[in-house]
């Protein structure tokens, strides 16, 4: 089960105490009950949650996984599609992770701003295949190839992932004020412009409330602003890592006057 400290899949636990719930869980059920470490190939996260609801993975989480597979030999898998390319407002998500170091990471999505691409980055060793191990029918795309190549020097000659980290903790100031304000919002979480907005019947029951949320997403889009949800009850704020904080200010607004109409809705 993934650590979500604000929902922990070990009810009652919160912060610590869930990650080491789910660690334990790992090590000593899974690996003792369900499949021995050594049958292990390799473990695959990302280092935030995605379509799960935007989560961030616990520090404390990633380096006991990262030991786990340098104990029992399996390899570090890192999904990388969302979170890549300046996303978090870093390069890759996984350098929130000091020291924890992939031996496959997996990437898509961003690379090539629309365009079909992914690549699986590898240890060295990794990619010794021999010839014909491996092959595609549409790949070697050079107009895909060369989108992907101008997308990387946009990153960099426009300083997207600085921009990204930027805008992404003044987006995140704003989204705290809001739930400070409002309730049913229950948890605010994420990393540079990848934020989830979690709500909920109440902050004590924090029992989930998909009806608002969907509600919420409607009531944006009447005004002009186009929201995804993320797991069972949450937005995913995912914009453009050329927004400025004027166009913040601008969907903030929006999704506040969205937030009280759908509240008198639901």
Known sequence: PFPNTYRCPFKGLEGDDCVEAVIAYMEDF???HVVPPDEVAGVIVEPILGAGGIVPAPLKFMDALYKMSRKY???LIVDEVQTGFGRTGKMWAIQYYDGV???VMTLSK????????????????????DPDSHENTLGANPIVISA???????????KLVENAARVGDYFMKRL????DKYEPIGDVRGKGLMIGVEFVQSGDSRELYPKLRNLVIEEAF???LIILGAGRSALRIQ?????????VDIALEILDKAIDAAIKRA
């Open 30 to 32: 899974l690996f003792q």
């Open 73 to 75: 030999g399996f390899y």
């Open 101 to 103: 170091i992939p031996d």
């Open 110 to 129: 961003a690379i090539a701003n629309g365009l079909p691409l992914g690549a699986c980055v590898a240890r060295a060793e990794l990619l010794e295949w």
């Open 148 to 158: 992907a190549i101008a997308v990387l020097d946009i990153i960099k000659s426009e």
């Open 176 to 179: 705290k004020e809001l739930q």
């Open 222 to 224: 009447k005004r002009g």
């Open 239 to 247: 914009p453009p890592l050329v927004i400025k904080k004027k166009h």
